[in-house]
């Protein structure tokens, strides 16, 4: 009874932070911008929560965190549906389907699905991420030409979960979440050699138009 369901990403080009103008919905785009931001490899988005095995001692709290804190950054993107009418129950594998492009030689992309409580309280479900260099093999990896616009697929894994009505759905977009993914240099090289002089801050941009629908697919199973 499952049905895979896109929803589609929408802005009028300012999706930056949880105040920004971004949207989810089941509506296919049109002529739409973009949504740009600034990745700094020294400076990168913190885990919050999620599905990790960080102890509290080194800082991490694990599971269903508020990421509000994350949420008022510039270089994370998030799209959100209107309040829901009716509950929503997600159950399956969830992939996110980005057209992006990037400055830098080689860039990661990360997809977190979230649920917005009506007091605001926005807690992870589940996430993943992409190094873009590996978007068409592990084995045999390819660098990015500078300003082209790629096709990226990222497994945000598995979950299940109601989201409730007065709730709202919620995709963040970035390039990083740091300890948990070891931070992308942004060089193209072997990242585990490379040390912070070797940085190099990327500018990427999201697509979401007609010709570039990005969309995140949901399991959606519909009970009696």
Known sequence: DTQYRPYYLHSAGHANSAAGDGTLSTEVPADEGKDVYLYDPRHPVPTVGGAILMSVAMGMDQGP???RSVEAREDVLCYTTPPLEQPVEVTGPIELVLYVSSSARDSDFTGKLVD???DGRA???TDGILRARYRESFSKPKLLERGQIY???LDLWATSNVFKAGHRIRLEVSSSNFPRFDRNTNTGGTIETET???FVQAI???YHDSTHPSHLILPI????
């Open 221 to 224: 199973i519909e009970r009696d």
């Open 204 to 206: 990427n941009r999201v």
């Open 116 to 118: 917005v409580y009506p």
């Open 123 to 125: 807690e992870i479900l």
């Open 196 to 198: 912070e002089k070797d």
């Open 151 to 153: 096709e990226l697929h």
């Open 65 to 67: 965190r508020d990421q």
